[in-house]
T-cell receptor, first 117, second 117 residues
Framework: AQTVTQSQPEMSVQEAETVTLSCTYD???????LFWYKQPPSRQMILVIR??????QNATENRFSVNFQKAAKSFSLKISDSQLGDTAMYFC??????????????FGKGITLSVRP | DSGVTQTPKHLITATGQRVTLRCSPR?????VYWYQQSLDQGLQFLIQ???????AKGNILERFSAQQFPDLHSELNLSSLELGDSALYFC????????????????FGAGSRLTVL
């Protein structure tokens, strides 16, 4: 079974600064995807970024980027130029395989990020 | 609007009662997933359906059941409700077969908040 660990329960960052959220996972699979989802106060789950395990290049989406270290089973999220709207809970998630019919997500416990004005 | 519709948004009921939560997936999505989010347990996977068939089962109690209908909408039935069943229940959907575009991305609905008194 896969496990996802987010050891930091809370973080705080000043607006416009950079923050990194940590995530580690454990799996014996070789093909998988990793995700970061954001849950703002509205409680909606929003996809932030995804990484395919077979790709060595780290994924980026505007101000969001990841540091994917496959050997270390580490998948951190970097948020640059933090904005007040980034205040949310962030979940790291793992998906075995290549998607399709057997593609459930296993989530970490989440980290609460507060962006200070 | 994510395209995944969940009803009702809020539900308050008493212990021992039975409720049904409904989910309409994004147009074209074949897989439906149910997750439970409670304060102490985080996001827990309950069950997945793919094109009407059960594909994966997680930590779903025997008091809970689900199904996916021919029009691909899904219902989660919760019976003999207990105080501890109070939670936010998410439905998510994803596109069909492995290899198809977006097959590995789960899109979440806004959730159904259940309060058991």
């Amino acid at each position: 079974a896969q496990t996802v660990t987010q050891s930091q329960p809370e973080m705080s960052v000043q607006e416009a600064e950079t923050v990194t959220l940590s995530c580690t996972y454990d799996t014996s699979e070789n093909n998988y995807y990793l995700f970061w989802y954001k849950q703002p106060p509205s409680r909606q789950m929003i996809l932030v970024i995804r990484q395919e395990a077979y790709k060595q290049q780290n994924a980026t989406e505007n101000r969001f980027s990841v540091n994917f270290q496959k050997a270390a089973k580490s998948f951190s999220l970097k948020i640059s130029d933090s904005q007040l709207g980034d205040t949310a809970m962030y979940f790291c998630a793992f998906m075995k395989g290549r998607g399709g019919a057997n593609s459930k997500l296993t989530f970490g416990k989440g980290i609460t990020l507060s962006v200070r004005p | 609007d994510s395209g995944v519709t969940q009803t009702p948004k809020h539900l308050i009921t008493a212990t021992g009662q039975r409720v049904t939560l409904r989910c309409s997936p994004r147009s074209g999505d074949l897989s439906v997933y149910w997750y439970q989010q409670s304060l102490d347990q985080g996001l827990q996977f309950l069950i997945q359906y793919y094109n009407g068939e059960e594909r994966a089962k997680g930590n779903i109690l025997e008091r809970f059941s689900a199904q996916q209908f021919p029009d691909l909408h899904s219902e989660l039935n919760l019976s003999s409700l207990e105080l501890g069943d109070s939670a936010l229940y998410f439905c998510a959907s994803s596109v069909g077969p492995a290899g198809s575009s977006g097959a590995n991305v789960l899109t979440f609905g806004a959730g159904s908040r259940l309060t058991v008194l």
